[in-house]
């Protein structure tokens, strides 16, 4: 369905060509639900072309054209342009894509390509606005697996868009221990040993409740530490405790309005659910008219 040049662009962005183009029809095929676009077709001729303009309707940071594109491949549009660049920070009215193609082919994936626009360019934008608040400090603004369910690639692409970076992507890429793992094994240390015995090769994460539990994995080796709803006063603590044997991630509580503060603290990362969870649509829009 793709071409080898959109391919070889989503292989470019860490993006999975086969991933992006199944998630695609399969969103069409939702839209379709097995019958056709009953109103489309009773009100446009098969053979009209038309050219279609996604802009902006407010500003943002953009992320999620290349899987635009696909939609509109993925109806046999391949006259069109993509005229900004993924994490583009745009102004209102700005036009990202034109296109040329059947008017019920662009009908079809117009809703489906503004839905992937607009949800991704949101995240991205949300992350900007983070990344921008602790831009001083040397801290990174990281996401979470809190994402949508089978769009966690593409979520977590967009925030990589806006500037922040990403966690684990699965429970295979790396070791997070919990507060229900500390309590099935029985102790922080306990749940650390048992983790590095059987994955010694992978990066172990732990999260901590207390300064207490923090001696304790940075004693084991822990390579990073989640400092989970810790005080701005707690923080400043455990930097000064761990003294950059190892990284810490602020988590819980974080808003835009403490972001700055808690970044001063000396953290290396905050951890924001928000980025994927709460992120609102940018508004996308589509206009078209016949040629």
């Known amino acids: 369905m793709l071409s080898n040049n959109l391919k070889t662009q989503l292989a470019h962005l860490q993006l999975d060509p086969e991933y992006v183009e199944d998630v ?30 996604f802009a902006l309707r407010k500003s943002g940071t953009v992320s999620g054209i290349h899987i635009a594109a696909a939609v509109l491949e993925s109806q046999g549009i391949t006259d069109y342009q993509l005229l900004v660049e993924e994490g583009a920070h745009l102004s209102e009215g700005k036009i990202i894509i034109t296109a040329k193609g059947n008017t019920r082919a662009l009908l079809l994936a117009e809703r489906t390509a503004l839905n992937f626009l607009g949800r991704l360019s949101g995240i991205s934008t949300v992350t900007k606005q983070w990344v921008d608040e602790v831009s001083e400090y040397p801290t990174k603004i990281r996401d979470t697996r809190k994402t949508t369910p089978l769009l966690r690639e593409l979520e977590k692409f967009a925030v990589r868009m806006g500037g922040g970076v990403n966690h684990r992507m699965s429970l295979s890429d790396a070791a997070l221990i919990k507060d229900n793992h500390i309590v099935a094994a029985g102790s922080v240390t306990k749940a650390f040993t048992a983790v590095k ?11 901590v409740d207390y300064l207490e539990q923090l001696k304790e994995v940075v004693a084991a080796g822990a390579d990073l530490v989640l400092l989970d709803n810790m005080s701005l006063e707690q923080c400043r ?8 044997s190892t990284k810490l991630e602020a988590s819980g509580g974080l808003t835009l309005a403490n972001a700055r503060a808690y970044a001063a603290t000396g953290v290396d990362y905050l951890a924001v659910g928000a980025l994927t969870h709460s992120a609102p649509v940018l508004d996308i829009g589509l206009d078209m008219k016949v040629v």
């Open 197 to 207: 015995a059987s994955n010694p090769n992978i990066p172990i994460e732990v999260e």
């Open 24 to 53: 695609v029809l399969r969103t069409i095929a939702e839209d379709l639900a097995g019958g056709t676009d009953v109103t489309s077709v009773a009100t446009i001729s098969a053979d009209q072309t038309s050219i279609a303009e």
């Open 237 to 244: 603590a455990a930097v000064a405790m761990v003294g950059g």
